[in-house]
């Protein structure tokens, strides 16, 4: 039996704004290309550096193929952060091994900007 390969692979990262819409994220991870790996957990996470009006939203989506001209999305799962200042929300989901593009979106913080993380932890 061949040992199993683990690898972790950046999704997003980065802090967004207060005032982003999902329209126009705060941050906007690069479309991953994730054929190669059997599917695996997306792991995610939203902090606050101060307290927010509004939490933000992490997003993961999906394509099929985001270069096409007119590129399908479809959201894979999304979950909120909290209200305090300093909150440190963290959320996981499976990755199945049908989908071959993914990224994640952070965006509708109020009042205080917020970072926002995403890692893949897959196996091949």
Do not use: C, H
């Not at 096409?68 to 200042?85: M, N, R, S």
Request: hydrophobic share 40%; net charge neutral; charged share 15%.
């Amino acid at each position: 039996m061949a040992a199993v390969t683990k690898t972790s692979v950046a999704i997003a990262s980065g802090t967004g704004a207060a005032g982003s819409t999902k329209a126009v994220p705060g941050v906007v991870g690069v479309w991953i290309d994730v054929t190669a790996y059997n599917g695996g957990l997306l792991g995610g996470r939203i902090k606050n550096n101060g307290a927010v009006g509004v939490g933000g939203t992490l997003t993961w989506q999906w394509s099929p193929d985001p270069t096409a001209g007119a590129p399908k999305i479809y959201d894979l799962y999304e979950f909120g952060g909290g209200l305090a200042a300093n909150s440190d929300i963290t959320a996981s989901v499976r990755l199945d091994k049908e989908i071959k593009f993914v990224r994640a979106i952070g965006w509708g913080n109020t009042t205080s900007t917020v970072d926002f993380e995403s890692t893949l932890a897959a196996g091949n």
